[in-house]
């Protein structure tokens, strides 16, 4: 059983680049998530989709887009990369019937 | 929205020694508190939860309390190991319609040998 899946774990990025960072779940899970990690600012929430068809704004959205592909599914694309997203990056995913969230083992992204 | 305020932002203690992370939350709808701890490198993974209906909660070394009118709660672990070394995160959430808990800003434990 995998879990939560996301790649790629190193990513370097030149200003204004462009790139997508995939993640997929097997747990059958409803909800998926894309959090943010920076020294001590813990995780932010940047999108979430709550079910299949729907994405919703986190807590720092801008210079990001997500896409829910599928019920397995949900990309994060940073369409003109700034050194202000360099960060580590989790993918993250929770059921329907409880409250743990399950997360990726994180992307490392520096935008140089 | 809810504020999660975690402290303290670093811990270091003996192997053996107790270890105590506070956490305090805003939003009184909150009733669902859960922490997660991450390894170096790793995820962050579910230690130990606990639901407002509940003052204390206990897994072998780890427990958690919760005071609701103080509107905070802790984390403890006792007999630390080395293994217990990582950054540990409090959320609260208030568990209705979708779940997005707001995390606390981290505790970095480190158990020195």
């Known amino acids: 059983n995998a879990g939560v899946t996301q790649t790629p774990k190193f990513q370097v990025l030149k200003t204004g680049q462009s790139m997508t960072l995939q993640c997929a779940q097997d747990?059958?899970?409803?909800?998926m998530y894309w959090y943010r990690q920076d020294p001590g600012m813990g995780l932010r929430l940047i999108y979430y989709s709550a079910s299949e068809g729907t994405t919703d704004k986190g807590e720092v959205p801008n210079g990001y887009n997500v896409s829910r592909l599928n019920k397995r599914e949900f990309s994060l694309r940073l369409e003109s990369a700034a050194p202000s997203q360099t960060s580590v990056y989790f993918c993250?995913?929770?059921?329907?019937?409880?409250?743990?969230?399950?997360f990726g083992e994180g992307s490392w992204l520096t935008v140089v | 929205g809810e504020n999660v305020e975690q402290h303290p932002s670093t811990l270091s203690v003996q192997e053996g020694d107790s270890a105590v992370i506070k956490c305090t939350y805003s939003d009184s709808a909150s009733n669902y508190f859960p922490w997660y701890k991450q390894e170096l490198g790793k995820g962050p993974q579910l230690i130990i939860d606990i639901r407002s209906n509940v003052g204390e909660k206990k897994d072998q070394r780890i427990a958690v309390t919760l005071n609701k009118t103080a509107k905070h709660f802790s984390l403890h672990i006792t007999e630390t190991q080395p293994e217990d070394s990582a950054v540990y995160f409090c959320?609260?959430?208030?568990?209705?319609?979708?779940?997005?808990?707001?995390f606390g800003r981290g505790t970095s434990l480190i158990v020195h040998p």
């Open positions: 747990m059958n899970h409803n909800s």
């Open positions: 959320a609260a959430d208030e568990s209705g319609g979708s779940y997005i808990p707001t």
């Open positions: 993250a995913s929770t059921g329907a019937s409880g409250n743990t969230i399950y």
